[in-house]
């Protein structure tokens, strides 16, 4: 493959999701690095180990394997939510627990279904389904050119969706980001807030897992935001420069993967480090200018 297959019509469609899921992604980054959420969306991102290896144990295939995991993360962002807004268990050492945990009941999961194939119950459970061995390294680190055509309707869907809540509560979540306890006399409705974005985040990260997969989508949810409040602290600025800076990141990379030794090289890996290169360049701005904003 050369660089100039990207403009394919079986390339361009992926490239079409990670554009839309990316500009959702750097939005709800500004809010993530803001509100310090960066662990607590690890720990959502993390419970995909869990809702794969469920989705594995139950022999669910297509859209009902998609909702499975998108339970599952869901849930998990449910708990954490109520943990973080709880103060019997401090956030950090709770996310820590549901990371683990997460990622050891999908383990878990995945090796019990390949020994009780065998056992009646657990065939009339899946139907007498059969799916092959898990690939974790897709998991992992997902594969953009194999989306099918309802992975790319769904990622616009889930896109444009994330941007008109942003858009309908612009002045809540930015008063919310900024100062939660000052927004909440002020009769923003935090706690709600808090939900929202965490289960906001839980259903990106879910699309993302085909993507990127579990381990890069992080870098999309934190990276183009820490970059862009590098370069400004005008909040119209940096929700421009925070979607640039994403998308700058997944076409580069996208491109670059298929520029870079024949299109042998994953796309996920090359966004990362086009983020990070961006990222180390805004740091190096920032210190040659730090006066200007």
Request: net charge positive.
């Amino acid at each position: 493959m050369t660089i100039w297959d990207v403009f394919e019509p079986r390339f361009l469609a992926p490239l079409l999701a990670g554009i839309a899921l990316t500009a959702a992604c750097a939005l709800l980054s500004v809010v993530i690095v803001l509100k310090r959420l960066a662990f607590i969306g690890q720990g959502i991102t993390h419970a995909g180990f869990g809702g794969v290896g469920l989705a594995a144990f139950l022999a669910a295939s297509g859209w009902w394997r998609d909702l499975t995991i998108f339970i599952f993360c869901i849930g998990t962002a449910v708990v954490i939510a109520l943990l973080s807004r709880s103060r019997k268990v401090m956030i950090d050492t709770a996310i820590g627990i549901l990371l683990v945990a997460a990622m050891g009941i999908g383990f878990l999961l995945d090796q019990m279904r390949l020994h009780l194939r065998g056992d009646a119950w657990y065939q009339a459970l899946t139907g007498g389904r059969i799916t092959p061995p898990t690939q974790w390294d897709a998991v992992l680190f997902g594969n953009i050119l194999y989306l099918r055509s309802q992975d790319v309707w769904l990622a616009v869907g889930c896109a444009l969706l994330v941007v008109v809540v942003l858009a309908l509560l612009y002045k809540e979540i930015v008063f919310f980001a900024f100062d939660e306890t000052v927004s909440r006399v002020f009769g923003v409705r935090t706690g709600l807030l808090h939900y929202l974005l965490l289960i906001m985040i839980a259903a990106i990260i879910v699309l993302c897992m085909k993507l990127l997969g579990l381990i890069l989508v992080n870098a999309l949810l934190i990276v183009p935001g820490a970059t862009a409040l590098l370069i400004s602290r005008r909040l119209s600025t940096v929700l421009i420069m925070t979607v640039v800076v994403g998308e700058v990141g997944m076409i580069g990379g996208y491109f670059a993967s298929f520029g870079i030794m024949g299109g042998r090289l994953p796309v996920g890996p090359m966004v990362v480090l086009i983020l990070a290169l961006l990222f180390a360049a805004a740091m190096v701005w920032n210190r040659l200018r730090p006066s200007r904003g």
